[in-house]
């Protein structure tokens, strides 16, 4: 029997299987499941094209299919299957424990399949395997058993990220011998840079470091902990693990705050004004509460101005036109604080080396890549000359 804990976490009974409706890849064939299990062995993550029955078995299944299984043979194996066949069974690899929920994430894009720990996904890769003819079909995600029960909770389907090469750059070169398409995307994004700027990370899975999880639906939300803080005052650690809980509030107000960091504008109806007014005081995002608590007088003032829109429109007052010279002047990023994350190092995400010099400065691959989109590939990188001057750290 699949049992559900006061909606804390399900518990799956052996040789069973937990389907819901929502547990479903945007793309066909495309996607992520994010989710910690607690069990002895045998986690397993079944991906259909079709939504199977609570009695539904992998092994009794002749649909096209994939199965994961962390932890078989008694916690001793990986075990990937493509329409109940093996293709994969590797010693001591993404094992599961009994004392404790682990976290993991499973991801699908076109036939490769990655498995990676902890709680962010796409990061912490433990194993991948490309099948040679992919089922780019599924899209339902089941959670099974084998012979023991197995508990799952913070289940979440996410999309893969937009240029997918965090998934892709494991993989040697002599895997696939296709076109990526997040190359494409780079090269199209180096050759307009008018196109390019921070709201390309808003909300992305590309280069984030923070987890907003919002509401009782637990919804994970991306960012990018150097922005956050050179925005406001965050809870947030010098570790890579930072997870935000808002548990009381609700997707659009987050959603409104991020928009107006990471594009300096935003738009939200005036009945959830206040909400969000709360929501930049609490995180001291002062441009915006500002912003607020002036519409919300002028509101007072005279409330027909908000009876003909649905939405109120709220925008960081900026003077300068926008440049690549300087760090954009029409968000409400604080350069002093910047510069002071740049020169501590906090929250980086990117060691860079000069020949001769070694490690020359830690600093952020978000920030870097708002002027060099290579950037946005490696985590250490290594170069010859020895000076290089970038744009976006001239003005620090």
Not at 208 to 225: C, M, N, Q, S, T
Not at 281 to 305: D, G, H, I, S
Request: some cysteine.
């Amino acid at each position: 029997m699949i049992e559900e804990k006061g909606k804390k976490f399900l518990t799956v009974a052996p040789f069973q299987c937990a389907w819901r409706k929502d547990l479903k890849f945007r793309e066909a064939g495309r996607g992520c499941v994010a989710f910690d299990a607690f069990a002895h062995n045998d986690v397993t993550v079944v991906f259909r094209e079709n939504v199977g029955s609570e009695h539904y078995h992998y092994k009794r299944d002749s649909t096209p299919h994939y199965t994961v299984i962390l932890g078989s043979h008694r916690n001793r194996r990986l075990k990937i299957e493509v329409d109940g066949r093996t293709v994969v069974d590797e010693e001591g690899v993404a094992l599961c424990c009994s004392s404790m929920f682990q976290s993991y994430w499973i991801s699908i894009y076109d036939g490769l399949i990655s498995v990676g720990r902890g709680r962010y996904p796409f990061q912490n890769l433990v194993f991948h395997w490309l099948d040679s003819n992919p089922n780019c079909n599924v899209r339902y995600v089941g959670l099974s058993s084998w012979d023991k029960h197995v508990g799952y909770r913070n289940v979440n389907v996410l999309p893969l990220p937009k240029n997918h090469m965090l998934l892709w750059k494991q993989v040697d070169s002599g895997e696939y011998e296709g076109t990526d398409d997040g190359d494409e995307e780079l090269e199209s994004g180096q050759m307009s840079y008018e196109r390019w700027g921070l709201e390309n990370f808003l909300e992305s899975w590309e280069l984030y470091d923070v987890l907003f999880i919002v509401g009782k639906e637990e919804r994970p939300v991306p960012a990018h902990r150097v922005i956050l803080q050179a925005s406001g005052n965050f809870p947030l650690s010098l570790s890579n693990e930072d997870a935000i809980q808002l548990q009381d509030a609700t997707y659009p107000i987050l959603h409104a705050l991020l928009q107006y960091i990471y594009t300096g504008q935003t738009q939200i109806s005036d009945s959830q004004l206040g909400s969000l007014w709360a929501l930049s005081l609490q995180f001291e995002v002062m441009p915006l509460a500002k912003r607020c608590e002036e519409t919300v007088e002028r509101f007072k003032l005279n409330k027909k101005l908000f009876d003909s829109c649905k939405n109120v429109e709220l925008s960081y007052p900026s003077s300068q036109p926008h440049c690549f010279t300087a760090f954009p002047s029409q968000l409400p990023i604080n350069v002093q604080r910047l510069k002071q994350l740049r020169t501590t190092g906090d929250y980086s995400d990117i060691n860079i080396y000069i020949e001769g010099h070694g490690l020359v400065a830690q600093t952020h691959k978000v920030i870097l890549s708002l002027w060099s989109v290579p950037f946005l590939k490696g985590e250490h990188l290594h170069l010859a000359s020895s000076v290089f001057m970038f744009p976006a750290y001239n003005v620090l």
